[in-house]
């Protein structure tokens, strides 16, 4: 009795530590969750599902009721240091487009995404539209 226990408590630890493509897919339809770590292309991004975003790094947070947070520059200065900021904004999804809206240091910003490759733990994104409304 007490090895089927023991056994039964050493399986529960060995298979809650394993991680697969699979789990990813658990915490809902791309692009719940957070991205960061992006990587800038001729036209578009990639970025990588992480558990945080860090401190002063770019990155996103899609949340399931298509609310945003998109850290970004704090201001118009982008020498280094850079110093991020949170800006709320919404986003929606119809099948590989995304549309998102965001406040940014100087107004708003309006942008149409095309999803092209995605593996669950990253994103390719194309840039398809990009709007900037400056408050003035």
């Known amino acids: ?11 529960l630890l060995l298979f809650s530590c394993i ?6 897919s658990d915490l809902g339809p791309l692009p719940l969750g957070i991205w960061s770590n992006i990587e800038y292309l001729s036209n578009g991004f990639t ?22 947070v998109h850290r970004a520059n704090s201001s118009w200065c982008g020498t280094p ?6 800006y709320e ?5 119809n099948g590989d487009t995304i549309t998102l809206r965001s406040q940014f240091w100087g107004g708003v910003n309006l942008q149409e995404w095309r999803l092209t490759e995605s593996s669950g733990k ?12 400056l408050d003035e």
Do not use: C
């Open 1 to 11: 009795m007490k090895m089927t226990v023991l056994t039964f408590v050493f399986g």
């Open 19 to 24: 991680q697969s493509d699979e789990m990813a």
């Open 89 to 93: 904004g919404t986003w929606e999804r």
């Open 81 to 86: 240091p850079i110093i991020t900021k949170d």
């Open 122 to 133: 990253s994103l390719l994104v194309e840039i398809v539209h990009s709007e900037w409304d």
């Open 47 to 68: 970025m990588e599902r992480v558990t945080q975003l860090k401190e002063n790094n770019y990155g996103y947070l899609f949340l399931s009721n298509g609310k945003l």
